[in-house]
């Protein structure tokens, strides 16, 4: 083979005008500064707020769209006659059973298929599959099996989550680095205890994160079972306020599922980063 | 017969599936207490030969004999150090460091602690012992690796390209440094690497592996002496194993 000698006599490369300097705010990953920062934040919740406000006002059909300030009055009306704090306990409760027993059954299960091969070929095909069974069509055999009281509820919310949450800690054990691993049993440790002592402390962060993401579902399949069948609970607040048309206290409803949500995901969040401080 | 303390391969072979032969027939006698450079180009197998010697994977022909005995699996007895990032994230320095002391169960823990203190001194880790994996240099953590495995006192220790990734003037420091670990604890070292320079000032002896398949082409001992410094790098016997080295290197690496 040989190689060329001399470089041909090509015409210049076309040439661009040199790119402009963009601020910071509209520059890939930039730092902007803390003030900058604050006022974007404040901004995300009132802009749709005040959109809110003026739609509503603008409507002037509270059966329609009523006022944040009306939605709230609801709220504490609600809350005053004890039926808020009865809904809410009845949709938390269901969310413990429900997904708590799904973390108890997904997160050994996730653990073994992401740590042994032949847990991984006997398990992922079949939950791969499953996961793709909308869970909220599973409602009506629910109930046609076990009932209308509180196990179809608690059993839709286990769906919803088990498969995902099963998944998704499986891949986060497979993150484990096999070097980590392999120089494990170079310091003497039996398989078992790399499962312990190395598996489970390096994947705990990941679980947690997972668990944060599939929380919001939970939360988010506690109202669907609540609005198919039930006679208590947020998603039965919601259902009874529409079959009055008190749109007030639908939207107080709403309020109270969003900031539930929200305290669910921050209380993980600051575990997730008590627990992995060494990410 | 082996003596004791001495490593032996026995015509170790390494076949993987698919046909691709990554070591062939390698016959080697490591005595105890001495110091072997293992170097070679990729594909020469290098990492494959220690991982066997570990005890992580089996070979496909052929015994390693560890005081005569058979190896048959990873044992506290041989310790591995990889190029990086093996330490333990989520554990301090000196969490890393007492991780294969904790799973003795009649270590008290005053030894396990008397112990790790002394590694960590060894290794210059002491005021860093609180410290997590994130906060250190590269440097840092391989010294973190290497303070760890010596803490279970292993009759071997298995260097694998252990300052790869290293900046030159640590890399430096840290071959100085192992070369004290050796004289102060009389452990028997194996290290490989590409690096020729660094086989031949660690090593007392360096083998050379040819490529596809990686086999034994030369075993030369260092005539060096024990005592060793930087300044050994520039000693004419230094610079003339080094060039002999590197040609036979060059020499029996598989035109890539």
């Not at chain 1, 079972?225 to 998603?235: K, N």
Request: proline letters at 6%; a positive charge; glycine letters at 8%.
């Amino acid at each position: 083979m040989t190689r060329p000698t001399v470089r041909p006599g090509w015409s210049a490369l076309p040439q661009r005008r040199p790119p402009r300097r963009r601020p910071a705010i509209a520059a890939l990953r930039v730092p902007i500064s803390r003030r900058a920062g604050a006022v974007l934040a404040v901004a995300s919740i009132a802009v749709p707020l005040v959109a809110w406000w003026i739609a509503a006002v603008a409507i002037s059909d509270p059966q329609t769209l009523p006022t944040p300030v009306a939605a709230i009055r609801a709220g504490v009306e609600l809350a005053r006659s004890g039926a808020l704090l009865t809904d809410t306990w009845a949709s938390v409760r269901r969310v413990l059973l429900g997904f708590g027993l799904a973390i108890a059954l997904s997160v050994p299960l996730g653990l073994l298929m992401g740590s042994f091969r032949a847990g991984w070929s006997l398990f992922e095909p079949v939950i791969g599959l499953l996961r793709y069974l909308p869970a909220a069509s599973f409602m009506p055999l629910l109930i046609a099996w076990l009932g209308l009281e509180e196990a179809p509820k608690v059993m839709l919310i286990f769906l919803a989550t088990f498969f995902f949450n099963t998944l998704m800690t499986a891949d986060v054990v497979r993150g484990v680095p096999m070097n980590l691993i392999d120089v494990s049993y170079t310091l003497g440790a039996r398989t078992g205890e790399v499962v312990r002592k190395v598996i489970i402390p390096h994947s705990l962060p990941g679980m947690i994160d997972a668990i944060r993401v599939n929380a919001a579902a939970a939360w988010g399949f506690v109202v669907v079972a609540e609005l198919i069948a039930s006679d208590s609970g947020l998603g039965y607040r919601i259902n009874r306020a529409a079959r009055f048309r008190h749109t007030d206290d639908m939207f107080a409803a709403l309020i109270v599922i969003g900031l539930i949500g929200f305290a669910i995901d921050i209380m993980l969040r600051v575990t997730r980063d008590r627990v992995g401080r060494w990410v | 017969m082996s003596g004791r303390g001495a490593l032996e391969l026995v015509d170790v072979g390494k076949r993987y599936e698919g046909g691709v032969t990554a070591l062939d027939r390698i016959s080697l006698r490591v005595e105890r207490g001495s110091f072997v450079s293992i170097v070679g180009a990729s594909g020469s197998g290098k990492s494959t030969l220690l991982s066997l010697i570990a005890g992580l994977s089996a070979p496909t022909s052929g015994t390693v004999l560890l005081d005569g005995h058979p190896v048959t699996g990873a044992g506290p007895d041989r310790g591995l150090i990889f190029q990086q990032g093996a330490v333990y994230p989520f554990r301090t320095v000196e969490r890393n460091v007492a991780f294969g002391l904790e799973l003795l169960p009649r270590l008290s823990r005053a030894e396990r602690r008397t112990r790790v203190d002394w590694y960590l001194a060894e290794t210059g880790l002491t005021t860093l012992r609180k410290a997590l994996p994130r906060q250190l240099s590269g440097g840092q953590r391989q010294r973190v690796a290497i303070a760890r495995a010596l803490a279970c006192e292993p009759e071997v220790l298995l260097l694998d390209e252990p300052f790869g990734a290293l900046d030159v003037q640590t890399k430096e420091d840290m071959q100085v440094l192992i070369r004290q670990i050796w004289a102060d604890t009389h452990i028997t070292a194996v290290i490989v690497t590409h690096d020729v320079e660094e086989a031949v000032f660690l090593g007392q002896r360096v083998v050379v592996l040819g490529s596809h398949p990686g086999r034994i082409v030369a075993d030369l001992p260092v005539p060096l002496g024990d005592d060793r410094d930087l300044s050994t790098k520039r000693l004419p016997e230094f610079l003339a194993l080094r060039a002999q080295v590197e040609d036979l290197v060059r020499a029996f690496h598989a035109a890539a």
